[in-house]
């Protein structure tokens, strides 16, 4: 299933795209799409008899905003350097194990929401993602296979960062990674029976009707079953807890200087093949 939510930022309500990508409303259904219905077996089984059935009533999706496809989300891990290609053209030494970091759940807005340029950047970055959506509690998994058992789904996430902030500024890398808008997330919410392989996904980004990013999660260091494992080990994830899996090669700090940073006013355009596309303008904090 492809779910979605649909309206105004912080009215959105839950829908789904059908077989034929008719936009269809599931408020009758279930009143949102959050950790509590990933992790409710029957809830989950009422929206797909109402999919099957196309009697679910039609949206009109025309000016129609696109939200996040996940409300309430718990905490958004995040794994650096987790591509080959991504780790070569930075120069950095692929890690022996997973790099993790965090983004505040308020970083997260809909897939073309207006993104903000931090009030002093210099070095805004790109990065196109593929975020796991977890729908049954993980801790200290054993297995691949109860690790993948444990996604519900995945989404297309944007990971924008801010390059002087995160690396020359000090401390973490979370000041560079939680200015506001800084995780536009969706269009969709794909169940985990649509994905065949999650290591076997295209992902795009373009800057400007520019082709920057154009890789696979094949090139990826740690798969997505060997993340969630691993983090697992550390914390407990929950449901409606979102895990963004890194970025492949092609992002602005990986390029020659000049160095070719976000300014307001630029357009990003990213997509992960079956899981839907973004855009969003720049636009100064």
Same mark, same amino acid.
């Given at each position: 299933?492809?779910?979605?939510?649909?309206?105004?930022?912080?009215?959105?309500?839950?829908?789904?795209?059908?077989?034929? *990508?008719?936009? #269809?409303?599931?408020?009758?259904?279930?009143?949102?799409?959050?950790?509590?219905?990933?992790?409710?077996?029957?809830?989950?089984? #009422?929206?797909?008899?109402?999919?099957?059935?196309?009697?679910?009533?039609?949206?009109?999706?025309? *000016?129609?905003?696109?939200?996040?496809?996940?409300?309430?989300?718990?905490?958004?891990?995040?794994?650096?350097?987790?591509?080959?290609?991504?780790?070569?053209?930075?120069?950095?030494?692929?890690?022996?194990?997973?790099?993790? $970091? $965090?983004?505040?759940? @308020?970083?997260?807005?809909?897939? @073309?929401?207006?993104?903000?340029?931090?009030?002093?950047?210099?070095?805004? @970055?790109?990065?196109?993602?593929? +975020?796991?959506?977890? !729908?049954?509690?993980?801790?200290?998994?054993?297995?691949?296979?109860?690790?993948?058992?444990?996604?519900?789904?995945?989404?297309?996430?944007?990971?924008?960062?801010?390059?002087?902030?995160?690396?020359?500024?000090?401390?973490?890398?979370?000041?560079?990674?939680?200015?506001?808008?800084?995780?536009? /997330?969706?269009?969709?919410?794909?169940?985990? @029976?649509?994905?065949?392989?999650?290591?076997?996904?295209?992902?795009?980004?373009?800057?400007? *009707?520019?082709?920057?990013?154009?890789?696979?999660?094949?090139?990826?260091? $740690?798969?997505?079953?060997?993340?969630?494992?691993?983090?697992?080990? $550390?914390?407990?994830?929950?449901?409606?807890?979102?895990?963004?899996? !890194?970025?492949?090669?092609?992002?602005?700090?990986?390029?020659?200087?000049?160095?070719?940073? /976000?300014? +307001?006013?630029?357009?990003?355009?990213? %997509?992960?093949?079956? /899981?839907?596309?973004? #855009?969003? %303008?720049?636009?100064?904090?």
């Amino acid at each position: 299933m492809k779910l979605l939510r649909v309206g105004t930022a912080g009215s959105e309500r839950p829908a789904l795209l059908d077989a034929e *990508g008719i936009l #269809r409303d599931l408020s009758g259904v279930v009143s949102d799409i959050d950790g509590a219905l990933l992790a409710d077996d029957a809830a989950l089984g #009422r929206v797909r008899a109402a999919a099957e059935s196309a009697e679910l009533p039609v949206l009109d999706a025309d *000016g129609l905003r696109v939200g996040p496809p996940l409300a309430r989300i718990g905490k958004i891990v995040c794994i650096g350097l987790n591509y080959h290609d991504h780790a070569r053209e930075t120069g950095a030494e692929p890690p022996t194990e997973p790099v993790i $970091f $965090f983004k505040a759940a @308020d970083t997260v807005v809909g897939p @073309d929401d207006t993104v903000l340029v931090p009030r002093g950047s210099v070095k805004t @970055d790109w990065e196109v993602e593929l +975020a796991v959506v977890i !729908g049954r509690t993980a801790r200290y998994l054993e297995s691949h296979e109860e690790a993948l058992a444990r996604v519900a789904g995945y989404a297309v996430a944007h990971d924008v960062s801010e390059r002087e902030f995160q690396i020359e500024r000090g401390g973490t890398w979370d000041k560079g990674k939680n200015c506001e808008t800084f995780n536009p /997330l969706g269009p969709w919410l794909v169940t985990a @029976d649509e994905v065949s392989d999650p290591q076997d996904l295209s992902l795009k980004l373009w800057v400007n *009707g520019q082709l920057k990013q154009d890789g696979t999660t094949a090139e990826q260091i $740690f798969s997505v079953a060997e993340v969630v494992r691993y983090v697992s080990q $550390f914390m407990t994830l929950y449901p409606g807890d979102v895990i963004n899996t !890194g970025t492949p090669a092609g992002v602005a700090l990986g390029q020659p200087e000049p160095k070719p940073y /976000l300014r +307001a006013g630029d357009v990003v355009e990213l %997509e992960i093949g079956g /899981l839907g596309r973004q #855009r969003q %303008e720049f636009k100064p904090a």
